[in-house]
């Protein structure tokens, strides 16, 4: 079946550590994104990609970097720059761009020890 | 810059109806979606209005007024799955961004 994965589904920081999330999308999508999402708020855009080896920055990059080396991978890495990253990430994909629906994969916690 | 302003919570009863608004700046947005997201996981598609006018899919219905910057989901007959938070969003017809309401949070009681 196609769709999108993000692992791990839980994962803990260390102080000035730096975690890398992983979203692997088979659904063939040019197009993918990553949000972050907090209690009570909207999904904030962290970065987004619409094609490989190019991806742009969001509202709320800093502290955050990505890459897109396949068409299938999107990893986020949460650098010891963000000093507040406990939240729930939300990866997605669309086929080329954002009038169109996205699919979302499962998503990842990422909790602050 | 642009905002997308819907309700924070509402409550309904068990197989009545509700109705949950969605309100947004009318230049920019190219049509209206709305998702669903059950606590803990991820949205999913409900339903994407790019004209004026209902759309009927079973027992939701999605409405859009462009003129208005205006658009509500409608649930009928309620069922206690459908406690979740329901997310609009508006595609920005400049780039390949959504903007995002907060989401209303819908309490199911029996």
């Known amino acids: 079946d196609g769709g999108i994965t993000q692992s791990p589904k839980y994962l803990f920081r260390k102080e000035g550590q730096n975690v890398t999330l992983s979203c692997e999308q088979n659904?063939?999508?040019?197009?993918m994104y990553w949000y972050r999402q907090d209690p009570g708020q909207g999904l904030r855009l962290i970065y987004y990609?619409?094609?490989?080896?190019?991806?742009q920055k969001g509202d709320i990059a800093e502290g955050y970097s990505v890459s897109r080396e396949k068409k299938e991978s999107f990893p986020l890495t949460v650098t010891s720059a963000q000093k507040n990253p406990t939240a729930f990430y939300l990866c997605?994909?669309?086929?080329?761009?954002?009038?169109?629906?996205?699919?979302f994969g499962p998503g990842t916690r990422l909790l602050v020890l | 810059g642009q905002n997308i302003d819907q309700p924070t919570e509402m409550t309904a009863t068990e197989g009545a109806i509700v109705q949950i608004n969605c309100t947004y700046q009318?230049?920019?947005?190219?049509?209206l979606f709305w998702y669903q997201q059950h606590a803990g996981e991820a949205p999913t598609f409900l339903s994407y209005?790019?004209l004026d006018g209902l759309e009927e899919k079973g027992r939701f219905s999605s409405f859009l007024s462009r003129s208005k910057g205006y658009s509500y989901l409608l649930l009928k007959e309620l069922q206690m799955k459908d406690s979740a938070s329901y997310l609009c969003?508006?595609?920005?017809?400049?780039?390949?961004?959504?903007?995002w309401g907060a989401g209303t949070k819908l309490i199911i009681k029996p």
């Open positions: 209005n790019v």
């Open positions: 009318t230049s920019g947005f190219n049509g």
């Open positions: 969003a508006g595609p920005m017809d400049s780039n390949y961004q959504l903007i």
């Open positions: 997605a994909s669309t086929t080329s761009g954002g009038q169109e629906t996205q699919y």
């Open positions: 990609s619409q094609i490989v080896n190019d991806f």
């Open positions: 659904l063939n999508h040019d197009a």
